[in-house]
T-cell receptor, first 115, second 113 residues
Framework: EAGVAQSPRYKIIEKRQSVAFWCNPI?????LYWYQQILGQGPKLLIQ????????DSQLPKDRFSAERLKGVDSTLKIQPAKLEDSAVYLC?????????????FGSGTQLSVL | GENVEQHPSTLSVQEGDSAVIKCTYS??????FPWYKQELGKRPQLIID?????GEKKDQRIAVTLNKTAKHFSLHITETQPEDSAVYFC????????????FGKGTSLLVTP
């Protein structure tokens, strides 16, 4: 089966610029997650979608980060304006969404460098 | 929310030895405990998981044990091989955030020949 697709693979921007990441989950997966992974740390949840609704975005810095999943399939994550501390790998993951205890499938991530 | 603590942060073993990584969690409602392996520059991949109705699960050279009373679970790798070198993450669901997985900070395992 096709995996979780993410683009771009790498992005370099200057602070205060804007950037957007795209994710296409595995076909049929209702739940989609965005995680931020800073170098040397574990993935940190930013936002969780169930179909096109937000389940949890309590750790999303809403003053600069936004995310949407309008049609319940692919999703975009935006940062505006970017700060130096946003440098990280942004991982998208998906799961079937049928139960609580489900395997997460991760994409390859987008590595963001903010200069 | 769920707080997942993982130890050690780095672990170096000789090929053939065993490696043990331990995690503790805080959310009593957690009932699913996966372990992910992340090789350098690659995506995290699930290697084993355990649900709260069992105390141990094995899959060839890897095993996970769970102590719900003490709220800790461990990953055991036996007969380690150089290709086991990677960063390993434990995780547990947060009942306050739609049961999304909270991850530990990771253990960098190095297996030397």
């Amino acid at each position: 089966e096709a995996g979780v697709a993410q683009s771009p693979r790498y992005k370099i921007i200057e602070k205060r610029q804007s950037v957007a990441f795209w994710c296409n989950p595995i076909s049929g997966h209702a739940t989609l997650y965005w995680y931020q992974q800073i170098l040397g740390q574990g993935p940190k949840l930013l936002i969780q979608f169930q179909n096109n609704g937000v389940v949890d975005d309590s750790q999303l810095p809403k003053d600069r980060f936004s995310a949407e999943r309008l049609k319940g399939v692919d999703s975009t994550l935006k940062i505006q304006p970017a700060k130096l501390e946003d440098s990280a790998v942004y991982l998208c993951a998906s799961s079937l969404g049928g139960t609580r205890n489900e395997k997460l499938f991760f994409g390859s991530g987008t590595q963001l460098s903010v200069l | 929310g769920e707080n997942v603590e993982q130890h050690p942060s780095t672990l170096s073993v000789q090929e053939g030895d065993s490696a043990v990584i331990k995690c503790t969690y805080s959310d009593s409602a957690s009932n699913y405990f996966p372990w992910y392996k992340q090789e350098l520059g690659k995506r995290p991949q699930l290697i084993i998981d355990i649900r709260s109705n069992v105390g141990e699960k094995k899959d060839q050279r890897i095993a996970v044990t769970l102590n719900k009373t003490a709220k800790h679970f461990s990953l055991h790798i036996t007969e380690t091989q150089p290709e086991d070198s990677a960063v390993y993450f434990c995780a547990a669901p947060d009942s306050n955030s739609g049961y999304a997985l909270n991850f530990g900070k990771g253990t960098s395992l190095l297996v030397t020949p």
